[in-house]
């Protein structure tokens, strides 16, 4: 019986049975994907100062102002959860100096934000991204956003929507900002709570906000792109052809601003049907980052693995239930062929055969069963006869045939 005290926290899940195989596919395919791209792993901490999260993300953001889990640790330290993977994967980066020049790195694993749990929305959750440094090029941006649909396709997606736009150059913002505030500023009491708050401390948030009344506002702006120089807009201009040349459909979106400070210049959503309107299956985007007196620009995204295994799941592709099955079950009757038995599942193992055997002497019936639940597709059986014998039954499953074999024809019949 489920209680409390076996269930995880809210908005987090132990991930296992069959499920966690489909993880595991996932994840194999990403290796080998970001391999063709010549990308490699990188495994930061969980754990980080909390000022590598404030820093690189922004003090004004959602994340940081709502989500973050934060804590004192033993010695008085703050300290977080990590939100997301880029602040960890940089602070690393920043570390190496000039060897981070053309650095290509991937990252998978756990996320945590302190949301309101639902479909889709957990507190724990797992991204699969990549951050590639260098900086500013139109070219960098568009082989990360090839790479991710690439990804993305592999494992099945193919009904996936591209969203992109700009933010201009970092220097700008400001200066976008600022024209933006004074363009809000005379409609402020049409704006929901959150963006007349928003109007001070991040005012490019309003433009992606989804409520309808802040929408009919924003649609009445011009385009950010027409706020910008013409640098930047030429930068963007590039990226959509260059997208173009490699066969990539991409929507210009151009309320998108992405809810992350570090962005400059592309940003870009990646949304599929069966995860309605408000739910990215991905993210990602150029950034500056700035740290003392180091900076370091780069591009990459993230993908919700937990929204990419719903979207999985509508079009069809399901966990197989069959993906843990051993190749042999071993069935013993009596102590001897018990014993016997244990050497001989070592023996297979080491040849590389998945097997596997009740330890507990149950009945003939009940390990029968417990063969045919494991999914195993043949069963060797014996008892003292069989080992007086020589001899060992083996069972094929698939066909219900059963014949006695020598011990020392048993591995060809098993590996045929
Ligand atoms: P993000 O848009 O905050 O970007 O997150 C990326 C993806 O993580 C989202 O599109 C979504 O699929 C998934 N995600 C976020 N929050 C949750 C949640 N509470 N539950 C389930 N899934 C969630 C970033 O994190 C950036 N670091 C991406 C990036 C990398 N930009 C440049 N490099």
């Not at 004074?182 to 007349?196: A, H, S, V, Y």
């Not at 309003?206 to 929408?215: F, M, T």
Request: with cysteine; proline share 3%; hydrophobic share 35%.
């Amino acid at each position: 019986m489920a209680s409390k005290n076996t269930q995880p926290l809210q908005g987090m899940e132990d991930i296992g049975g069959p499920e966690v195989y489909l993880w595991q596919s996932l994840e194999d395919t990403a290796r080998r994907i970001f391999h063709l791209y010549g990308f490699s792993e990188i495994r930061t901490p969980i754990p980080e100062r909390t000022g590598i999260f404030t820093h690189t993300i922004g003090d004004a953001t959602d994340i940081v102002q709502k989500e973050m889990y934060t804590f004192e640790d033993r010695g008085g330290r703050s300290v977080t959860l990590r939100p997301e993977g880029t602040a960890g994967v940089v602070r690393y980066l920043m570390g190496l100096g000039q060897e981070a020049r053309d650095a290509r790195l991937y990252y998978m694993g756990p996320m945590y934000r302190a949301e309101r749990p639902q479909a889709g929305r957990k507190r724990q959750f797992h991204q699969c991204g990549v951050e590639m440094v260098g900086d500013a090029n139109y070219l960098a941006d568009a082989e990360c956003i090839a790479l991710q649909l690439h990804l993305l396709e592999e494992w099945g997606l193919t009904d996936c929507n591209l969203l992109i736009n700009t933010r201009g150059e970092r220097g700008e913002s400001e200066q976008i900002a600022d024209e933006l505030r004074n363009l809000l500023q005379p409609r402020k009491g049409e704006l929901c709570d959150d963006c007349q708050r928003r109007l001070d401390s991040n005012v490019l948030r309003i433009l992606d906000c989804k409520r309808r009344e802040c929408q009919k506002v924003v649609d009445s702006l011009p385009p950010l792109t027409e706020l910008m120089k013409a640098d930047s807009r030429e930068y963007f201009e590039r990226l959509r052809a260059t997208l173009k040349e490699l066969g990539v459909d991409a929507t210009v979106d151009p309320r998108l601003v992405r809810g992350l400070d570090y962005y400059a210049h592309t940003v870009w959503e990646i949304t599929h049907p069966a995860l309605g309107a408000q739910d990215a299956l991905a993210g990602g985007g150029r950034y500056e980052i700035e740290s003392g007196k180091n900076s370091l620009a780069g591009v990459g995204f993230a993908m919700g693995m937990e929204r990419v295994l719903m979207a999985l799941k509508s079009v069809g592709v399901e966990p197989d239930e069959n993906e843990a099955a051993s190749d042999v079950w071993l069935v013993s009757m009596g102590e001897r062929a018990l014993k016997a038995n244990m050497a001989l599942e070592q023996d297979l193992r080491y040849k590389g055969i998945a097997c596997n055997m009740d330890l507990h002497g149950r009945s003939m019936k009940a390990q029968m069963r417990a063969a045919n639940r494991s999914g195993a597709r043949k069963v060797v059986i014996r008892g003292d006869d069989e080992i007086e014998r020589d001899i060992l039954v083996l069972k094929d499953m698939v066909s219900g045939e059963q014949f006695e074999v020598d011990s020392k024809s048993l591995m060809d019949r098993l590996l045929t």
